[in-house]
């Protein structure tokens, strides 16, 4: 049975082959090259057919519906400081840095040596050794030379 099976297969293959209808002299054509947005030329990049080679095309101005809708951007001004706080933008930001330093410095110290015991958390060492409430207080020597 297996015999009979694999005869009829290569008969039939052999019939494919030997179809009238696919000439065997003749070769197939190439492929169809896909068109690319540039090409290269001897001259530089060239433009495709359709393709615009400069600045993107202007935006339409308005539609049928009345227009686009525009969503305005974030508008950069400077942060207001809080209420009361006498010191400039410049001395706030050199607390803040005075106190995010600290507060690392005590964080590596202790990641340093892990065994030894941390007695106090690095916030309330900073808040003491600083003069400062929190990270974004007046330190209590700005507020000495402030009353002066």
Request: aromatic share 2%.
């Amino acid at each position: 049975m297996r015999g009979s099976y694999a005869a009829l297969v290569v008969a039939v293959t052999l019939a494919a082959c030997a179809s009238p209808d696919a000439p065997q002299s003749e070769p197939l054509p190439p492929p169809p090259a896909i068109a690319s947005p540039t090409t290269t030329s001897p001259s530089g990049p060239v433009a495709a057919p359709g393709v615009s080679a400069g600045a993107p095309a202007p935006r339409q101005e308005a539609s049928e519906r009345g227009g686009d809708i525009v969503v305005p951007g974030g508008v950069e001004r400077q942060v207001r400081p809080p209420t009361g706080d006498p010191r400039s933008n410049i001395e706030r930001m050199e607390d803040i840095r005075a106190w995010d330093q600290c507060v690392t410095a005590v964080q590596a110290a202790f990641d340093s040596d892990p065994m030894s015991p941390q007695l106090e958390m690095p916030e309330d060492y900073c808040a003491r050794s600083l003069g400062m409430a929190g990270r974004l207080a007046i330190p209590e020597s700005r507020r000495e030379r402030l009353r002066q």
